[in-house]
């Protein structure tokens, strides 16, 4: 799952409906599980759905992206909200990928500060 020297590298892990969401911000991914087709007790490991990673965000029509922190809403069952370096990605998730909702980029997400952003994302 992780290249090598990355292990134990995870910046965050949410759930998302039925997806586990983890946050790879050193190699700037995130691994998306679906936990349905993953089943209890079984030898073998619960295998990934998909990767999104700058590729696919780059079809998607997003330039540059950095993963940092990743939110759920309960408001909002299969959205999820991406903090990245210098926007917030909004992406719907599905089995076969994510699709893209909106990319908030505004002074907010670009001055430095904490993380080198100020524009937060409250949970809830």
Request: aromatic share 14%; glycine share 6%; charged share 20%.
């Amino acid at each position: 799952m992780f290249p090598e020297g990355y292990e134990g590298k995870i910046q965050n892990i949410e759930f998302l409906g039925h997806y586990l969401v983890v946050v790879l911000r050193y190699t700037k991914e995130i691994v998306i599980y679906d936990m349905i087709k993953c089943e209890d007790f079984l030898p073998s490991p619960c295998k990934e759905s998909y990767r999104i990673n700058s590729t696919m965000m780059t079809k998607l029509g997003v330039n540059y992206f950095s993963p940092m922190d990743v939110y759920v809403s309960d408001f909002h069952p299969f959205v999820l909200f991406v903090q990245c370096l210098d926007k917030v990605v909004i992406l719907d998730m599905t089995r076969q990928g994510p699709i893209l909702l909106s990319e908030v980029v505004s002074p907010a997400s670009q001055e430095p500060g904490f993380y080198k952003w100020k524009m937060a994302i409250a949970r809830g």
